[in-house]
């Protein structure tokens, strides 16, 4: 990789040039994966088209068509199927028959013959029914028995016919013409898009909305979850609005990506309107495996859907890199605080997180003199002093910890110096105060949850052994200064130390030891009373245990 180029990704942001440079490699990452892929599953038993003649028909559609062909291969839920299929031929994942999974080929070439337009015909895995076309769709046979059964699929001039057996005597037959079927028939379901027009009037963005693919999640064989219209359509105006919102014009940089990067969109946990979507994503992951697509949860805010793709992208970027070089050297044990979680991560997580939040600390920089109205420009400032603040922790602990590489030590220096430069460019005073508030009150619930106060720490703090998964609700309730505050997080949200102080007291004397209002407290009383004493209750809140009247 050309050094500016590092030099551009190391920053936290990255040109087309460099992004591109990565697909370029994960391109070949890609294809190395799925030769290794077909010399384990060549003399695969199965009652399906054998692997070997399925990767014949599709390197066959692969040189009458090369583009679409070359899309199916590098889409993500392909680098899903494949590393999936790797985990099973190594015994480490699980999943329907094996046979049945490397049948998955044989739905690529499909797909693939239907793009060049050539004769095939092929033995096809059919569930419950259905076959799923990757970058297509999915047939449903009516009538057709359940369970995991062998069907025939054809394909000649554009059109495609699948038989299978029905649950009465007698085959079942579904012919259609998938390229150019844009509607659900209830026999053929077409793949979602989102799309947008670009400003400069080139081709629009268009984005896999996939609610089929069984390997579009992070690692297990996955049901289709079937969007309903009302749905559909409403993550079609939500994407708009975050393309428009991440449209604005400037260098490249953390925070300002290409939405035309975005490979995929996944769905993830609901499938219709109600109930109520959350202003923010409560979940979103990506995988190494599938470069340029996420899973979502859907928000109800086209901001924080925005903030989301910019998220995800980076980790994206962050996993190619690590495709390409050894940045440092885990033993995978979980035993450093990350900002952003509530358990204990290991060190790649921690570098992962580090680079995805450098490029949401960029999200709302930008956002700080935007036009989107006062409203956004205060929890941007409040979202840019608190990302930023966070992701330099955690670049201090990376760089401490004497596992980083060369590339990696160049690649967290970089971090560094983005983020020393954004710590030192003015936030406006009150959104400051409570992104620091937020980010020691997490701090502190983070060791009252998960440290043993107990515990020897030569080597880093130990763990208590009933920790267990908590809520952070503080991050996102400090956003805005509550007008009438009531609670004691609300009090402290708004610059009252003291009303918080006496609320958490409250609490605390019903349950003393109760995690939440303790680092409320905690962090309370050291807003009152700065001191040594109150910075050693900020840095081993674990060790202590300070009366509710003190």
Request: charged share 25%.
């Amino acid at each position: 990789m050309p050094d500016r180029l590092f030099a551009e990704l190391a920053a936290g942001g990255g040109s087309a040039a460099a992004v591109a440079f990565l697909e370029r490699a994960e391109r070949a990452r890609r294809l190395l994966l799925l030769r290794t892929l077909l010399g384990h599953l060549d003399a695969l038993p199965t009652p399906l088209t054998p692997v070997p003649e399925a990767w014949r028909l599709l390197k066959e559609a692969a040189e009458k068509s090369p583009e679409p062909v070359e899309r199916l291969l590098l889409a993500p839920a392909t680098g899903g199927w494949i590393s999936h299929m790797l985990r099973r031929v190594h015994g480490t994942a699980s999943g329907p028959p094996l046979w049945a999974e490397a049948g998955h080929l044989s739905a690529l070439a499909l797909s693939a013959a239907l793009h060049a337009g050539t004769e095939t015909a092929l033995d096809v895995a059919l569930t419950d029914g259905r076959l799923h076309l990757p970058g297509l769709g999915m047939v449903r046979l009516p009538e057709a028995r359940g369970g995991l059964e062998v069907g025939r699929a054809t394909t000649a001039g554009g059109e495609l016919t699948v038989t299978g057996p029905g649950r009465a005597t007698g085959p079942v037959r579904v012919t259609c013409r998938p390229l150019i079927q844009r509607q659900d028939t209830g026999t053929w379901l077409p793949l979602r898009t989102l799309t947008h027009p670009r400003p400069d009037g080139a081709a629009p963005v268009t984005v896999v909305l996939d609610d089929l693919d069984p390997y579009r999640d992070l690692d297990d064989h996955l049901p289709p979850a079937r969007l309903d219209e009302d749905e559909a359509r409403e993550w079609q105006r939500l994407f708009g609005e975050a393309v428009r919102i991440l449209a604005r014009p400037g260098p490249p940089g953390p925070g300002r990506v290409d939405p035309g990067t975005i490979r995929a969109i996944v769905p993830f946990g609901r499938t219709a309107l109600s109930p109520p979507a959350l202003p923010f994503v409560q979940v979103s992951a990506s995988s190494g495996d599938s470069f340029g697509g996420m899973l979502i949860v859907r928000p109800a805010s086209a901001p924080a859907l925005a903030e989301t793709l910019v998220h995800e992208l980076q980790h994206s970027k962050l996993a190619a890199l690590l495709h390409l070089f050894p940045l440092l050297e885990d033993d995978r044990a979980e035993r450093y605080y990350a900002p952003w979680r509530t358990d204990p991560r290991h060190l790649t997580g921690l570098l992962h997180g580090a680079y995805a939040f450098t490029g949401v600390a960029g999200f709302w920089r930008d956002r700080l003199a935007g036009p989107e109205g006062a409203e956004t420009a205060e929890r941007a400032a409040y979202f840019f002093a608190l990302r930023r603040l966070q992701s330099r922790l955690a670049v201090r602990t990376l760089l401490a910890s004497g596992r980083l590489t060369r590339p990696g030590r160049a690649l967290v220096s970089g971090l560094a110096r983005t983020l020393d430069g954004w710590l030192r460019e003015p936030v406006p005073s009150a959104a400051l105060a409570r992104a620091r508030t937020a980010a020691a009150l997490h701090r502190t619930e983070w060791r009252l949850r998960n440290v043993d106060p107990a515990a020897a720490q030569p080597d880093g703090p130990l763990f208590r052994p009933d920790r267990t998964p908590w809520p952070d609700v503080r991050t996102q309730a400090f956003a805005t200064r509550p007008a009438a505050p009531r609670t004691a997080d609300e009090h402290l949200a708004a610059g009252d130390a003291a009303a918080a102080l006496a609320g958490y007291a409250d609490r605390l004397a019903r349950d003393p030891a109760e995690p939440h209002a303790l680092a409320g407290w905690i962090v309370a009383r050291a807003a009152l009373e700065p001191g040594r004493t109150t910075r050693r209750m900020l840095a081993r809140p674990e060790r202590l245990q300070p009366l509710p009247s003190g």
